[in-house]
């Protein structure tokens, strides 16, 4: 019997084998943070209903909360136009970044020139 993988045909790695995934609180629409995926990671997140990332520096999988507590639940999984980018929705328990933040983006904003739709 062969084995169904799970991944969908077609979604485009880089050169190192991996793919942005964005992850947004399902619930706030806050986006919490940017990690990476290969095959294997895409399908352990499509399979078990936690996100798994692969990490760069370490050179390992690594499910978000197995060791701080605060995971990650999957509640929906799409990928982008040129399909290189997935977005992974979740149900976040605690804090999403490293740092101990709500998200990787809390309090780091940049100054920007804000544009208006008008001009």
């Keep these: 019997m062969t084995a ?3 991944v969908p045909d077609g979604l485009t ?3 190192d084998g991996l793919m942005p995934a964005i992850i947004q609180d399902d619930a706030s629409g806050d ?3 940017l990690a990476w995926m290969d095959h294997e990671a ?3 997140t499509l399979t078990t209903g936690r996100v798994t990332f692969w990490s760069r520096s370490r050179r390992e999988y690594w499910r978000k909360g197995d060791t701080s ?3 990650q639940y999957v509640r929906s999984v799409a990928v982008d ?4 980018t997935l977005l992974v929705r979740v149900v976040q ?3 999403a970044c490293h740092t101990g933040s709500r998200t990787c983006f809390d309090g780091r904003e940049i100054a ?3 544009g208006d739709p008008e001009d």
Excluded: K, T, W
């Excluded at 136009?81 to 290189?84: L, R």
């Design 13 to 15: 790695f880089n050169a």
């Design 31 to 33: 986006v919490l943070m």
């Design 81 to 84: 136009c040129d399909a290189d």
């Design 112 to 114: 920007a020139l804000v």
């Design 69 to 71: 507590g605060h995971r």
């Design 4 to 6: 169904i993988d799970p």
């Design 93 to 95: 328990l605690g804090a």
């Design 42 to 44: 895409v399908r352990r």
